[in-house]
Every structure is written in C-alpha cells, then in structure tokens.
Nanobody, 127 residues
C-alpha cells in the first residue's frame, strides 16, 4: 500500500521561505517518479514541480527560479524548497507519485488513475 505524507506547510509572510517534505512508504521509492501539485481555493489542481527517476525535473512557469524539487532516495523522501513566496502561492500542496514520468504527467496536465496522492499540507502566504 503506497503511503505519502506531506509536512512542512504553514504560514509565512511574502518573501519568506518554506520547505515541504513528503515521506513515502509501501513501495520501491526509486521506481516511481514524484511531484508536487497545489490547489488554491476556487481553482483547479495544478502541477508545480516534478522529478523523474532519472533526475529530470520540470517546473511550472510561475515557480521557476523560486522553487526547487529534490529527493533523498535513501530516506524515501521528496522535498520542495520554496523561496521568495508570494501571496498567490497560497494553496494546499500535494505530493504525488506515478510509475512512469511525472514530468510528462505535469506537462500534459493529466494524472493517471494509477497515481498516488498524499493528504496535502496548507501553505499560506500573507502579503
């Protein structure tokens, strides 16, 4: 049973930083590709950052240069370092895993039914 648990969310002022973590269990971590999504009130869920098993990464245009996705395979943990946060970054952030390419998933904007989701963590940025 795949289990993804996010942590690290919270409230921060504009310009501040947060680091999200996603602890994964129940499967061979390195065989999956991982990503972060977010959903703001009244908006659809969107892909934020992705990292494939070969290390390839992809970022949404809105976060390029500010967010960095990384992972520690030894700890089965995915991270999202978020710097220079803006009020428009306020959302629930979700960790996700797919068997395949997450960079492709986020580029196409379609998450397969076989993918897995965490429960989400709230990020609130005040201006």
């Amino acid at each position: 049973q795949v289990h993804l648990v996010e942590s690290g969310g919270g409230s921060v002022q504009s310009g501040g930083s947060l680091r999200l973590s996603c602890a994964a269990s129940g499967y061979t971590y390195s065989s999956f590709s991982m990503g972060w999504f977010r959903q703001a009130p009244g908006k659809e869920r969107e892909g934020v950052a992705a990292i494939d098993s070969d290390g390839s990464t992809r970022y949404a245009d809105s976060v390029k240069g500010r967010f960095t996705i990384s992972q520690d395979n030894a700890k089965n943990t995915l991270y999202l370092q978020m710097n220079s946060l803006k009020a428009e970054d306020t959302a629930i952030y979700y960790c996700a895993a797919v068997f395949g390419s997450m960079t492709t998933v986020q580029a196409l904007g379609v998450m397969p039914d076989s993918g897995y989701w965490g429960q989400g963590t709230q990020v609130t940025v005040s201006s």
